[in-house]
């Protein structure tokens, strides 16, 4: 099956750039969605297919595929940006979604 | 505005049942995919059910295969998951999710919590 691997957690200080990774066997053949998830709610659609925004979610996040590797950015980061981040694809082989393990973003 | 709203967990013991419920309103429930996934205490997400409109076609992740079964009544615009033979690593919080038309999850519920215990 499908593997997206994402690393544990990003540490960033309040105005900076926060850099989301997530990787999977060539990754840009598929549309990569990434979530938000704050401590105790459900997750948000924050990028779908790729680098498309949702209405309500601000500029300062964007989203990229190439290669391998696809990356979620958020710039000029807020205290509540603090969340789980999931990178989420379609397997078409199997039918099923794939998610990523979860990246921890901590604002300093 | 567009509501998802999850019933049914509870406390259950391994080998128990539970039927989960999922009402939507706010959109063209009958025209969308529906999704189950689920959240195991501080762990991530993890994909369990989709069901096709008119339910015409259901996939399942592995790890529930021959023992959930997602269903839906679109008149109800309700989305159901049937639990069975339910084990202690079915912990979890239980959201329903929208599909939306590039295969991401575009809405969810707020879940509900289903703890399988002794």
């Known amino acids: 099956s499908y593997v997206l691997t994402q690393s544990p957690s990003v540490s960033v200080a309040p105005g900076e750039t926060a850099r989301i990774s997530c990787g999977g066997d060539n990754i840009e053949s598929k549309g990569v969605h990434w979530y938000q998830q704050r401590p105790g709610q459900a997750p948000v659609l924050v990028i779908y297919y790729d680098d498309s925004r949702p209405s309500g979610i601000p500029e300062r996040f964007s989203g990229s595929n190439s290669g391998n590797t696809a990356t979620l950015t958020i710039t000029r980061v807020e205290a509540g940006d603090e969340a789980d981040y999931y990178c989420?694809?379609?397997?078409?082989?199997?039918?099923?979604?794939?998610f990523g393990s979860g990246t921890k973003v901590t604002v300093l | 505005q567009v509501q998802l709203v999850e019933s049914g967990g509870g406390l259950v013991k391994p080998g128990g049942s539970l039927r989960l419920s999922c009402a939507a309103s706010g959109f063209s429930f009958s025209d969308s995919y529906m999704n189950w996934i689920r959240q195991a205490p501080g762990k991530g997400l993890e994909w369990v059910a989709r069901?096709?409109?008119?339910?015409?076609?259901?996939y399942y992740a592995d790890s529930v295969k021959g023992r959930f079964t997602i269903s839906r009544d679109n008149a109800r615009k309700s989305l159901f998951l049937q639990m069975n033979s339910l084990r202690v690593e079915d912990t979890a919080v239980y959201y329903c999710?929208?599909?939306?038309?590039?295969?991401?999850?575009?809405?969810w519920g707020q879940g509900t919590r289903v703890t399988v215990s002794s």
């Open positions: 989420q694809v379609w397997d078409s082989y199997s039918g099923h979604y794939v």
């Open positions: 069901i096709y409109i008119g339910a015409s076609t259901i």
């Open positions: 999710a929208r599909e939306g038309e590039l295969r991401q999850f575009d809405y």
